[in-house]
């Protein structure tokens, strides 16, 4: 056994003898969840999943962050490769994984080097500046103590990366026509990248967002609504994620 694992890993994890994703569906987790059900659809591929007790502080516990030792969820840990268990952290580090181990039509990625380049860089965007703000935003308006300068900081920073996507989407700038998707060209292509971003955006009035403010974003709205009627969106980000009593 690799020490990967210890006494008190929950044997689901440490039995798993495919790819095993360890998830709580929040925006972060269900970026992966999403992509999993995307391969499932394209191509049969099967996992098995762990939903992570929060409640518990379950990300943080030994056996836990033997996995991530960022104690944060999503993890994947692929027990298919050669060798030992592999895990890996980070949603767009296992975003590129997935699809670089199963997306062999590039179906939700792209073979041509640049237009894979742009997928990276609208995920890298996400990562990098698109989630921390927004949850910081979510922490703070949930905290006890309201710190309004905080909150209006991050609130703005949120608002004003909503508005890069949509320069992206409009197609001003640089396109002569408005996008579908972030990344790809022409009209672009469902790919990680929009993948990346939904489950965050698609929460925005859950975040305190109103209809009014998203009104100035008319093509990150239209996205949102191409991508929520996908069959594979609708069951990562649905029950089958949530925790069973
Ligand atoms: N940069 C990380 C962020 C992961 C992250 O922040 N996950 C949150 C859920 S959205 C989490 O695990 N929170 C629990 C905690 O902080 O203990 C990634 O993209 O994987």
Redo the contacts with the bound molecule.
Sequence with gaps: MSNLYIESTPSEVSKADGIHLLT?S????QKVQILLEELALLYGVEWTTTIIN?AQ?E??EDWYLRLNP?????VIVDNTSKGNPFPV????AEMLYLAEKYDKDYALSFQDPLERSQMIQWLFFW?GSG?PPY?QLWYFGNAKEKLPAVIERFRTETLRVFGVLELRLSGKNSDEQPREYLAGSGKGMYSLADIGAYPWVAKWEFAGFEKKEMEDFPNVLAWLERIEQREAVKTGTGDKYQKKP
């Design positions: 709580f929040t925006p972060n987790g929060f502080n990300q943080k960022n104690g944060r969820i999503p952290i980070e949603t767009s990562h989630a949850g």
